[in-house]
């Protein structure tokens, strides 16, 4: 059904309406989780409307589309490049979306075959990670072309990238090293509770990829409004539970007044 109605106006006003419910449910059952729910709508709100038009947003880890197309809604005249590695949400996102440049591929610091991890029962949190032995039982095992960033976007005219490759964010990264260097974008990437999913990557290594490029770390609701960034530390701490957020904006610090004024504007925010 998902499928179905994506990409039409019942559609998004479906998707707003199970994000609205899903934050009253943790208002009820977990209030003390009702920052990291609200942070992780922001987020989406923000990630959905801020690419400058006739530029360019990159999706890595596109699943079936449902970025894509509120990003296709949002931002018209924005070029989208997408990147899924399941073959079959490929298939889906080529049909439903025909004016996507759409990859086949996952994406890491090196190229070649990988294995890729399918959770069929949540295929959202399929990744190049192992799953845990608690999770063996619902993962297919396929394997995949991988590719660096790199090697199949060019353009100079990339203005946000979004990352959602469960815990895979940081191979995805060094894979984008010259795209990042050129083009500056804002990445907006998510990163939940560390796992030992065999990539070895660690929150700390992640924090300090974007800060030796010069890039400030936000929480969502921090990204309207004057904040240096987190810390190394406070972007561990983050992670904690209940956690601030699950998806985090990364911003070059020389476009860090330009995206501020952005998303005030977005939502709506008047200068103090």
């Known amino acids: 059904m998902k499928r179905i109605i994506l990409g039409t106006s019942i559609g998004r006003l479906a998707l707003s309406a199970r994000e609205s419910i899903d934050y009253a449910i943790a208002a009820l059952t977990r209030p003390e989780a009702v920052g990291t729910v609200a942070n992780d709508y922001l987020a989406g709100f923000l990630t959905f409307r801020l690419c400058k038009p006739a530029k360019t947003f990159v999706d890595i880890g596109a699943h079936i589309g449902s970025v894509v197309d509120r990003v296709s809604y949002y931002c018209p005249t924005s070029k989208i490049i997408a990147f899924e590695a399941i073959p079959e949400k490929v298939d889906h996102l080529r049909r439903k979306f025909s004016h996507v440049e759409c990859h086949a591929c996952a994406l890491g610091d090196s190229e070649g075959e990988a294995s890729f991890f399918v959770n069929d029962k949540k295929s959202g949190y399929s990744s190049l990670g192992k799953p845990s032995d608690s999770d063996k039982s619902r993962v297919i095992e396929i394997i995949v072309e991988l590719k660096k960033l790199d090697s199949l976007v060019s353009s100079h005219e990339v203005d946000v990238i979004k990352i959602d490759v469960e815990g895979a964010e940081l191979g995805v990264l060094r894979g984008g090293e010259r795209l990042v260097a050129e083009s500056r974008p804002t990445i907006v990437f998510e990163s939940g509770p560390p796992s030992d999913n065999g990539l070895g990557y660690t929150k ?69």
């Not at 936000?218 to 987190?230: F, K, T």
């Not at 810390?231 to 990364?250: C, I």
């Open 204 to 272: 700390e290594s992640l924090w300090c990829w974007f800060a030796d490029r010069d890039y400030a770390v936000l929480v969502p609701n921090r990204v309207a409004h004057n904040d240096p960034g987190l810390s190394q530390d406070g972007f561990v701490e983050s992670h904690l539970y209940p956690r601030r957020t699950t998806n985090y904006f990364a911003v070059p610090n020389e476009r860090r007044l330009e995206v501020r004024d952005r998303a005030r504007d977005l939502l709506k925010i008047r200068a103090t």
